[in-house]
């Protein structure tokens, strides 16, 4: 983002202006963290924001303040189309394209809204007036956070904005563990902590609040866990029915595909999710070192993402997305060794 797109969001923003906030279809703790940040912001700013999600996300986001606020697409269409339609501005946070939208790609697409895109995928499409793109960024929520320096905002942030994005760099780097994590990224945490962020209670919200039901259905992932040694791979699956067994709610699988990347020499780590009410087997892909689950995804599961982590779908039953999965290792066994 240059220094004259500062400018001039920063003219718009000199104003009051109706504001709706969107993110990406499934929203995880990077979405719903980044979209409450900026909802705060701008709600403290004097502008009418909205936060509009595409459906629901978990349980263990609901305590971040102001995620009773949100609106969900899917079972509040009308009351959504019509913040939609009287916005001026729509910022669109943690995707890059609209199809990352779900069921509300066309309402975004027809907007007259100027549009800005904050984001930190790769290869972001061009349907916004300004882009702050950044690949190199932990998370979306570590942008926010710039985005507010830029707009000389930082005094602005107290305890409701520093425990969002906290939400949203915590929850996207592994709890700080991942390669994007940088001297920048701990720089920004301290000082959210000093803002008011408790780091042992947001922690404890989100990796701690287990239920029976997830423990007995993560004891069932791990027994499906199959190692491919001569790759340098692992994968887990789960079909609809194991999941009805343990009583499956949204998020129940969050971080599950990290225990098969945990592996003594595996660099590759997939898990395959069954969901027959959308037909689809979905996909979530991780890799450690210099190997690109973001292409891979990208090539073979109608996905994409991040170097180390990305996500995909298959529209074939689990049993030969597994056996795609495994045909397509040998081509990429020399990367495998070498990351």
């Not at 797109?5 to 000199?14: E, G, P, S, V």
């Not at 994409?304 to 997305?321: F, P, R, Y």
């Amino acid at each position: 983002m240059t220094k004259q797109d500062i400018t001039a969001i920063n003219q718009l923003l000199a104003t009051p202006k109706k504001i709706v906030i969107v993110s990406h279809k499934n929203p995880d703790g990077d979405a719903i963290g980044s979209s409450l940040a900026l909802f705060h912001y701008l709600t403290k700013t004097n502008h009418l924001a909205t936060v509009i999600v595409p459906n629901d996300y978990p349980d263990f986001l609901k305590w971040i303040p102001g995620q009773d606020l949100i609106l969900k697409y899917d079972s509040q269409k009308e009351d959504s189309e019509q913040k939609i339609a009287e916005a001026d501005i729509i910022f669109t946070l943690d995707f890059n394209a609209f199809h990352r939208a779900g069921d509300m790609v066309n309402v975004l697409a027809n907007s007259q809204a100027l549009k800005i895109m904050i984001d930190h995928h790769q290869q972001p499409d061009d349907y916004a007036k300004y882009t702050y793109s950044d690949v190199t960024m932990s998370s979306t929520c570590e942008m926010i956070y710039n985005f507010i320096e830029y707009l000389d905002g930082l005094p602005v942030i107290d305890s409701n904005i520093a425990t969002a994005i906290y939400v949203g760099i915590m929850t996207d780097t592994g709890s700080f563990r991942f390669r994007s994590t940088t001297s920048a990224t701990h720089r920004i945490i301290a000082n959210l902590i000093d803002k008011g962020a408790d780091n042992t209670f947001i922690h404890n919200q989100v990796f701690d609040t287990n239920s029976y039901n997830r423990l007995q259905l993560l004891g069932c992932a791990l027994s499906n866990l199959k190692v491919i040694p001569e790759s340098r791979a692992a994968f887990i699956t789960l079909s609809q029915k194991e999941l009805q067994q343990f009583d499956y709610k949204k998020g129940d699988t969050e971080g599950f595909v990290n225990y098969a990347l945990s592996l003594n020499n595996v660099v590759l780590a997939a898990i395959f999710i069954e969901d027959l009410q959308q037909g689809i087997i979905k996909i979530s892909l991780r890799s450690k070192g210099d190997f690109s689950v973001n292409e891979m995804s990208r090539a073979h599961f109608q996905g994409g993402g991040h170097t180390n982590a990305a996500g995909g779908k298959s529209d074939v039953d689990i049993a030969k997305t597994v056996e795609k999965f495994i045909s397509i290792l040998p081509q990429y066994n020399t990367a495998l060794h070498e990351a």
